[in-house]
């Protein structure tokens, strides 16, 4: 299996708070992406990144910032969280080194609820 | 736009039989992967299968196969001899092309369930 993890693996916070949740991998990956899930909207890509500080927005960036200061780490950060950013979040890495071969590994996913 | 269209929102299948699952796509690309992901009810996501575009042959991993038809931008997955350790969300993906965009494409996913 992949080693990648995410923490934490369930949270509840407050609305208006600030949360933080990590990814971190042990493959070497250069890409690295966040993703929602919430019923009937499959996976939506939040941010990812191609590198030491090199980030990229997805679909459903607002409300959402990241940060890649090392290879092995991937933080996604709610600057202010809302009720509607209650999902699962996955964490996931690629090589996508050869051609178009750019299968995903994943991590176990964060539930996070805000109340 | 690129996109991928599952049209099937559930299915089911009896135990032991065989069931396709239908993924559509949109590309402008000539070489490219597709790919099939399971997620059980545990929410890991698993990588069933995977097809290279330029290939002709339809890829097969045990009792998962496609059948993939490049014209019709159609990639397909079938499971045989379906079991109950198959009942889970399967999604179809592909992968955006473009620079630094290296991302993966996703359907909205189908909901299997397996009745014994």
């Known amino acids: 299996d992949a080693g990648i993890t995410q923490s934490p693996r369930h949270k509840v916070t407050e609305t208006g708070t600030p949360v933080t949740l990590r990814c971190h991998q042990t493959e070497n990956h250069r890409y690295m992406y966040w993703y929602r899930q919430d019923p009937g909207h499959g996976l939506r890509l939040i941010h990812y990144s191609y590198g030491v500080k090199d980030t990229d927005k997805g679909e459903v960036s607002d409300g959402y910032s990241v940060s890649r200061s090392k290879t092995e780490d991937f933080l996604l950060t709610l600057e202010s969280a809302t009720s509607s950013q209650t999902s699962v979040y996955f964490c996931a890495i690629s090589d996508a080194g050869t051609g178009m071969n750019t299968e995903a590994f994943f991590g176990q996913g964060t539930r996070l609820t805000v109340v | 736009a690129q996109t991928v269209t599952q049209s099937q929102p559930e299915m089911s299948v009896q135990e032991a039989e065989t069931v396709t699952l239908s993924c559509t796509y949109d590309t402008s690309e000539s070489d490219y992967y597709l790919f099939w992901y399971k997620q059980p009810p545990s929410r890991q996501m698993i990588l069933v299968i995977r097809q290279e575009a330029y290939k002709q042959q339809n890829a097969t991993e045990n009792r998962f196969s496609v059948n993939f038809q490049k014209a019709a931008k159609s990639f397909s997955l079938k499971i045989s001899d379906s079991q109950l350790g198959d009942a889970a969300m399967y999604f179809c993906?592909?992968?955006?092309?473009?620079?630094?965009?290296?991302?993966?494409?996703w359907g909205l996913g189908t909901s299997l369930a397996v009745n014994p």
């Open positions: 993906a592909y992968p955006s092309q473009g620079g630094n965009n290296r991302k993966l494409i």
